[in-house]
């Protein structure tokens, strides 16, 4: 017996004939020294199979659970097993929770420099596989709500609606043509530079014309609500989040993608193809007065060449773009705002998670419709 002389209660470890090793008394925080002797004697015993009874344990700790619990690693790392006996149910539980959370991942091995970059990008191409298949399972979910509001229309929210595209296009509209009137008249004035050499100034019509039309007009506007409204999504979903508020959403039984999502994604399909036909206006604006300003036209010079140089058509491919721009935007802020955990941290890196793959989407998206435009001859 090696408990003779200790006070009742003190944490104690006697070693049985059958070779079990029993606990007894209290192994809590104030019986640190007395617990860390007995987890000492308990790793030195040098048996591989060692058998620990707590049947006797009068009470257990944090402390005295994640004691038992590094002494059980550090068994198992010199090539033993240790089993508890006779654990009451609370007693098991507590070293259940502690072992979950005390474990601790072994050091990740270096690689040689190839090989990481290697093990890099292979990691990011299987991380962005994961997330394609996250935005097409969400696309469902959204579909399906748009199906169930469909089939019960006095459940829309249209209040919500209109709020939300008056947040996106009526309040967005001034920087919209603010920025488009800026790039119009800077492309506008490259332009004429570098045609003048040729005597071709006026050609810059057809220039700016064509490309804000078919391209800038609907990239640009879709950049801009990306860093505006996509953002603003993704910040207030991931704020509801981390006040559960989405979760009181499903505990009172109501969708909260019918709520939350539906709303929003159609605000902002409704919002970008209008955006877009005025920040291509302004465009147009900015280019005229720079065309004129520099190269020498008049307006009704700017105007001809423009009716002459651009259809009905050229505006289409811009606006066809622009719903599909809105529904991606979307897509990737509701999925960002979602994957908001109960942190301040985890709300920035997913709000500039959410405008970096919004942007780059889009600019994927321009140029997937620029292939197909091209190969229809459209």
Same mark, same amino acid.
């Given at each position: 017996?090696?408990?003779?002389?200790?006070?009742?209660?003190?944490?104690?470890?006697?070693?049985?004939?059958?070779?079990?090793?029993?606990?007894?008394?209290?192994?809590?925080?104030?019986?640190?020294?007395?617990?860390?002797?007995?987890?000492?004697?308990?790793?030195?015993?040098?048996?591989?199979?060692?058998?620990?009874?707590?049947?006797?344990?009068?009470?257990?700790?944090?402390?005295?659970?994640?004691?038992?619990?590094?002494?059980?690693?550090?068994?198992?790392?010199?090539?033993?097993?240790?089993?508890?006996?006779?654990?009451?149910?609370?007693? *098991?539980?507590?070293?259940?929770? !502690?072992?979950?959370? +005390? %474990? #601790?991942?072994?050091?990740?091995? /270096?690689? =040689? $420099?190839?090989?990481?970059?290697?093990?890099?990008?292979?990691?990011?191409?299987?991380?962005?596989? *994961?997330?394609?298949?996250?935005? !097409?399972?969400?696309? +469902? %979910? #959204?579909?399906?709500?748009?199906? /169930?509001? =469909? $089939?019960?229309?006095?459940?829309?929210?249209?209040?919500?609606?209109v709020n939300q595209v008056q947040q996106m296009a009526l309040n967005g509209a001034p920087i919209i043509i603010l920025i488009s009137f800026l790039v119009g008249g800077i492309v506008a004035q490259q332009g004429i530079f570098q045609l003048q050499r040729f005597g071709a100034q006026t050609f810059v019509v057809n220039l700016i014309g064509l490309l804000i039309l078919r391209?800038?007009?609907?990239?640009?506007?879709?950049?801009?609500?990306?860093?505006?409204?996509?953002?603003?999504?993704?910040?207030?979903?991931?704020?509801?989040?981390?006040?559960?508020?989405?979760?009181?959403?499903?505990?009172?039984?109501?969708?909260?993608?019918?709520?939350?999502?539906?709303?929003?994604?159609?605000?902002?399909?409704?919002?970008?193809?209008?955006?877009?036909?005025?920040?291509?206006?302004?465009?147009?604006?900015?280019?005229?007065?720079?065309?004129?300003?520099?190269?020498?036209?008049?307006?009704?010079?700017?105007?001809?060449?423009?009716?002459?140089?651009?259809?009905?058509?050229?505006?289409?491919?811009?606006?066809?773009?622009?719903?599909?721009?809105?529904?991606?935007?979307?897509?990737?802020?509701?999925?960002?705002?979602?994957?908001?955990?109960?942190?301040?941290?985890?709300?920035?890196?997913?709000?500039?998670?959410?405008?970096?793959?919004?942007?780059?989407?889009?600019?994927?998206?321009?140029?997937?419709?620029?292939?197909?435009?091209?190969?229809?001859?459209?």
């Open positions: 017996m090696l408990t003779e002389g200790l006070a009742p209660g003190t944490a104690s470890l006697t070693e049985a004939a059958d070779g079990r090793m029993r606990l007894a008394g209290r192994w809590t925080a104030d019986q640190a020294p007395a617990v860390e002797a007995a987890a000492a004697r308990i790793a030195a015993a040098g048996s591989a199979r060692l058998v620990v009874d707590l049947a006797e344990v009068e009470r257990l700790d944090t402390l005295g659970a994640w004691v038992l619990e590094r002494t059980r690693g550090e068994v198992e790392a010199a090539g033993g097993t240790l089993a508890y006996l006779g654990a009451r149910t609370e007693h *098991r539980t507590l070293l259940g929770e !502690v072992a979950i959370r +005390g %474990e #601790v991942p072994p050091p990740a091995r /270096r690689l =040689a $420099l190839p090989i990481a970059v290697l093990d890099g990008l292979g990691r990011q191409t299987a991380r962005g596989g *994961r997330e394609i298949a996250t935005g !097409v399972g969400f696309l +469902g %979910e #959204v579909v399906a709500a748009c199906g /169930r509001v =469909a $089939l019960r229309p006095g459940s829309f929210r249209g209040t919500a609606l391209e800038l007009g609907v990239l640009l506007t879709a950049i801009m609500v990306a860093g505006r409204s996509g953002s603003a999504i993704t910040a207030e979903i991931g704020s509801m989040r981390m006040r559960e508020e989405v979760d009181a959403l499903r505990v009172m039984g109501l969708d909260a993608t019918e709520i939350l999502i539906v709303p929003r994604i159609l605000a902002l399909m409704v919002s970008l193809p209008m955006l877009t036909l005025i920040g291509d206006l302004a465009a147009l604006a900015g280019g005229g007065l720079t065309a004129m300003l520099y190269g020498g036209l008049t307006l009704d010079q700017f105007l001809a060449r423009l009716q002459a140089a651009v259809g009905v058509h050229h505006v289409t491919v811009g606006l066809i773009k622009a719903p599909f721009m809105a529904l991606t935007i979307g897509l990737i802020a509701t999925i960002e705002g979602f994957a908001v955990e109960g942190s301040a941290e985890s709300l920035g890196r997913r709000v500039t998670a959410s405008v970096v793959k919004s942007i780059f989407m889009v600019i994927v998206l321009d140029g997937l419709f620029a292939v197909f435009f091209a190969a229809i001859d459209f």
